[in-house]
């Protein structure tokens, strides 16, 4: 199972500010950086966020993450309909000695 | 740009094998970790397997430990995944990822496009 939580669903009119947590340990999200990901339905994950807070090149400035202690955040502001998808959270775990990844977050453009 | 290109998935009956290869191009392959992800239908994200730039590391998930192995072929930029004793809990897309650091610690950049492996009788 998810060793890192985030909220099952997060919603938004276009134009909104949408915020999705990704709870973590001491031994994930404490000591590793965060990676955040986008997956629009039925294709493969995409990098949204890197090292906590770097944007890959190509992703849109409105894209934001944040990491205090041990857990993250990923912002999504000026929300707009192609946003929405599924947003998943991951970190090495030293004491699992994994690749874990968050329950997923499936965002909603009201 | 970073191409992962997965093959090798299929419908195969349960306790069967099946190996899973990903051919890599448009980065050094050599100085990249390179991970195995899995997603079954409507279900999350779930990681695999891991594999070090020099092969001196691999790590893997508590569902695969000990039936299935990771290995890379640095001559030939390709990633496999042998799949041993396979059960229907196992049915799912794999995708390739490359890791943005050598080690594989430091998470997957970029992502294949996935190959379905079905898993039943």
């Known amino acids: 199972q998810s060793v890192l939580t985030q909220p099952p669903s997060a919603s938004g009119t276009p134009g909104q500010r949408v915020t999705i947590s990704c709870s973590g340990s001491s031994s994930n999200i404490g000591i590793n950086t965060v990676n955040w990901y986008q997956q629009l339905p039925g294709t493969a994950p995409k990098l949204l966020i890197y090292n906590n807070n770097q944007r890959p090149s190509g992703v849109p400035d409105r894209f934001s993450g944040s990491k205090s202690g041990t857990s993250a955040s990923l912002a999504i502001s000026g929300l707009q309909s192609e946003d929405e998808a599924d947003y998943d959270c991951a970190a090495w775990d030293v004491t699992l000695d994994a690749y874990v990844f968050g329950t997923g977050t499936q965002v909603t453009v009201l | 740009q970073v191409q992962l290109v997965e093959s090798g998935g299929g419908v195969v009956q349960p306790g069967r094998s099946l190996r899973l290869s990903c051919a890599a191009s448009?980065?050094?392959?050599?100085?990249?970790?390179m991970h195995w992800v899995r997603q079954a239908p409507g279900k999350g994200l779930e990681w695999v397997a891991v594999i070090s730039n020099d092969v001196s590391n691999k790590h893997y998930g508590d569902s695969v430990k000990g039936r299935f192995t990771i290995s890379r072929d640095n001559s030939r930029n390709t990633l496999h995944l042998q799949m041993n004793s396979l059960r229907v809990e196992d049915t799912a897309v794999y995708y390739c990822g490359k890791d943005w650091g050598s080690s594989g610690y430091f998470g997957v950049d970029y992502w294949g496009q996935g190959t379905l492996v079905t898993v039943s009788s």
């Open positions: 448009g980065f050094t392959f050599s100085s990249y970790g």
